[in-house]
């Protein structure tokens, strides 16, 4: 067997390179080793094979044959989702734990949010102040987490979801330095030492949102209500093969899981989206342009379907995918990957970041242009923010959804401009990404709409 190359550093101090930066470490392996090369970064150091061939993605996420996808692969996932996660579970138990999470971030069901979105943005919005700079990953935040707490749970007003959204963002925000992450990746360092250290206070905080879930569940279980519709009741409903349902802490890992992985990744690509959008002028030009084309209050069907709109929003989560990575993929019998024969229990990783930064497949990959997706299809393993196989993620329909409809209320209600000039790249945040800086905007007013776009585009700086 032959693994792809990996440099002479010693592997702790590989690890702690991509801890602190992810990124820049994928772009120089690709640069000394090619498409495939391979890290210390699994359990106690183990090696990962990272990939970004549009090949060899196919390879690893679409032959099922030769290759798995273990939940026990995630466990960096299970001190904040738990051990009963959809992404900590593996083999038969996966395959129905997905069947039972995906219908409702489909179809009809999924469309039926459209209002829900529309109300949230405009609650979100009303509390920005004209000429006032704000954060907008705060705010993008705020509104999807709103959103998922009110599909999964069917609240969003009252005290519980109010305090469920203060403690889900601060949960969040404690995990996302890369000093928290570095806790994630050592499990031996995750030790209660107190309030004042941040894995202390992580628990803390974690205990509190735990008692809100476990108190929701208790109340359902005491006041069952079938003409709920919410994907709490759904999971409560919900019987495997041999009759039983899901018990309380089943059901808690798989709602932490649709919360947490439901909002945190799409508020960033939406902060992504309105920074390109406000940053360059001819973006945000043509897109009100096709946004005016529609006229008042238009079907949000229609906004789903809108050619430009799709494609800002596939280039924002193709320059700076808000998942680096897919999940581990494992062979499970002996095979040869890009020229590399592999032998079972050999871990591989598909890179995200990098697939999308090939020159062979996006020429000036550094540049944010929507036109590419006009301009050409891309396969299912050439563009993939959202992975693909087995674990590709459920919420993929209802993020895009999600993204374009508040893009347009946003964009139609208000004029927007950047407070500042400054460039923004993306950096770790906890296992994801987002924007190493706070991007601001300013509200300059509200949007006379079919006022010609020109004279609404606001100068940067
Ligand atoms: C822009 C938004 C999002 C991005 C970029 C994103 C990206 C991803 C990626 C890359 C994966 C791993 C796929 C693989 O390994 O093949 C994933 C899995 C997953 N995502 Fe998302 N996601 C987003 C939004 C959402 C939303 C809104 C939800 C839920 C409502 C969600 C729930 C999940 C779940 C449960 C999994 C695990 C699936 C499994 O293990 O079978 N995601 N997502």
Redesign the pocket.
Known sequence: MTLPPSPSTPPLVQMLQWIARPMALMEDYTRRYGDCFTLPVGRNFGSVVFVSHPQAMQEI?SDSKHWE?P?EF?EIFAPILGKH???TVSGAR?QRQ?QL?MPP?HGERMRAYSQLIEKVTEQVMSQWRQDEPFCVRSSTQAIALRV?LK?VFGLDEGPRGQQLEHLLAALLDETSSPFSAGILYFPILQRDLGPLTPWGNFLRRQRETDKLIYEEIQERREHPDPTRTDILSLLMAAQDEAGESMTDVELHDELM??LV???E??A??LAWALYWIHKLPSVRERLLEELDSLGDDPDPNTIFRLPYLSAVCAET?RIY???M???PRVVKVPLSLMGYDLKPGTVVI?S?YLTHRREDLYPEPEQFKPERFLERQFSAYEY?????????????A???F??KVVLAKILSRVQLKLADNREVRPTRRGLVTAPDSSIRLVMMGQRQEKMPVSQTVASVG
């Open positions: 996420l996808a939940g995630n996660s959809v992404i996966h997905r999470l971030f998922i599909a899981t649709l992985a439901g909002h990744t799409t960033t690509a989560l995918p808000v998942a990575l897919t999940f598909g995200i993939l923010p959202f992975g693909g196989g087995s674990r590709r993620c459920i919420g993929l209802f993020a895009q999600e993204m």
